[in-house]
DNA sequence: TATGAATGAGAGTTCATTCAT
DNA sequence: GATGAATGAACTCTCATTCAT
């Protein structure tokens, strides 16, 4: 029932936003009662940052997966973005819920909602940590580069959706131009692709 | 007093977001009166809207002023990331207000936001296209390449407020990283610095 | 609970009008929280149309019972007259709410205002061309006959309100001059009574 | 000056209702500024009462013409009553300012509006009076004939405004059969049509 | 005289949350 | 556990009226 939850508070802060979103649509749109929803969670705001660490966690969870594969660095990048860019084309709207997140749109989570951000970012500047340390991609500031490397592919994924031209050639290109303009931004000196 | 408004309003959108931020508060804060408030603008949204417009007229003014006086595409972008640093010393938390906008956290608002943005965004492109012509930086799609530039930039310092350790950090060395970020993504094949 | 809102919001909708009656006043004299009146009814219209429909169904019970017992035409007439005036010393200012209604003083309402009375008409209307059948009054136009005979006792009833002189006259003189003229108005040809 | 203000003022309150109608409104619809409305009038409820007065005037001075010219008591009922179908055509919704007026739906107004329509009402008591004496039309009550007859030809006539079939329908036939209801319920005893 | 910028009380409505059942 | 009727603070917006110019 949680799970159900989760989903469908997913889907709709995803979509319509904290503030337009309200814990009866929830409750309608998960098939509960309102008086479930507050027995499983004691708030709105605890709903939002349960169903926001439910997909950091699916995020993190991706990339890590393709990191132990041992593909190479900027094979991951690639692959993070297009998942970022696929992500648009599945669930509609989904990837844009950690985008609300980081604006801080939610009143008095803030600081939970940084906290997390963080999380997700440090997790991010591991990955990037371990592959300067193999000499893959040049040596930076690790959670400085993780949040420019979310910003950068998120801002672009945002103007990719809707149905204007502009929006279908962002879709069209994007992802190809993102992932070369991350790694340009991260490879070591000496090389040149 | 259209300006003392928009002072207002820009200031708490950006700190509280649209939702969070009521018309009497606007007024309030602005020192008039409601009544006053509606006499300049029709709409929450068009107060918004035309504190958003204003924001991004002063950065565009800014961008092309440092472009006009012929500065190295380099140069530029180190300036405008500087830019952006700094408005966070200067009117707190002020550079929020873009990051918010392109959210579309405003109900029936998406259409003239994204318009709004895009407007920038193009502004930012054809400043990489010409630099594209000189052959100061590489030759990318401008628009994808203006969107990642403003979103690299925005995640950033948006974790550059607030005042715990790790913003501190990111205030102390996010201009250089990110300067030198968005430089190697753009900077021409041959050249390494 | 819907009752006692819709006896506060017929009473004061009849005395004070449409406009003047604020939810927030339904609410406390109902006796319920303005949340339980939204929860009943979705907008202030709807609870004026709910308080209409309810009288215009009293009102047509009345006659229809009245018309069962198979009283002669002019009876019911005088009967139908009197209850009018009756209603005025009980419920207070009751009658009025169906003369606010059909003057259009509600925005968005015209339409179903317009339906409502004739659906309220009609049914005199084949009240009327049921006494038109056994020769009880004379032939004439059902629809048009109806509502004129609306006007007539409503616009006397309306100035019997009140604490003047001419209202307790009309109030005490009313009732016969009203039957008489509205008999009179329909009477068939070739009788005199 | 006060005569484009009036003339401004009994359209839009007789279309719109006292509420609807702004004092914004009608200064633009007289080509007036609100300053120099205010200047004329002292409130809102006195520009009413002014706009509603005047049309009083033009009635009463209208039944008073044909009265003066001789006609018989028949044909002066007749000629009022087209009176009222054709300010249909003409002026728009004109007729029903008074409609209005008389249902109390002007806060402060309700003593000098029912003053203004007993002055309305009385006057065509008098006629009606001079009309019984003469044996025109059968001995009555003449303010209460007066109130009803006002009631049943301001009943139809609300019906006859609209786009619908049984507005025509009301258009066409109404003023025949209203004539004709109110001529017989005020006809002498012995003489039958 | 004439203007219209400014006022602010009050309107209808929403919605997170509670609690008796 | 589960329900949903009930709450009421807070929201955006309107508009008759005032008054400095």
Redesign the pocket.
């Known amino acids: 029932m949680e799970e159900r939850i989760l989903a469908a508070a997913g889907r709709l802060f995803a979509q319509e936003g904290f503030h ?5 649509r929830i409750a309608a749109e998960a098939g ?5 929803l ?2 499983y969670f004691p ?3 605890e709903v939002f940052l349960a169903a926001l660490r439910a997909e950091y966690e699916r995020w993190l969870a991706e990339a890590r997966r393709l990191w132990a594969e041992g593909a190479p660095a900027r094979e991951v990048l690639r692959q993070v973005v297009e998942l970022h860019f696929a992500s648009l084309a599945r669930g509609g709207e989904r990837g844009f819920l950690v985008g609300r997140a980081w604006h801080g749109e939610v009143p008095g989570l803030r600081k939970a909602l940084l906290a997390l951000r963080d999380r997700y970012a440090q997790a991010v500047a591991r990955l990037l940590a371990q592959a300067m340390d193999r000499g893959e991609i040049r040596r930076a500031h690790p959670l400085l580069t993780a949040y420019a490397l979310l910003g950068l592919v998120e801002s672009v994924t945002a103007r990719a959706v809707g149905g204007d031209r502009v929006a279908a050639e962002v879709r069209r290109e994007g992802p190809r131009e993102v992932a070369e303009l991350a790694w340009r931004a991260l490879q070591p000196e000496e090389v040149r692709s």
Do not use: C, D, L, P
């Open positions: 337009r979103t309200g814990m009866r509960v009662s309102i008086g479930a507050y027995h708030s709105k705001e």
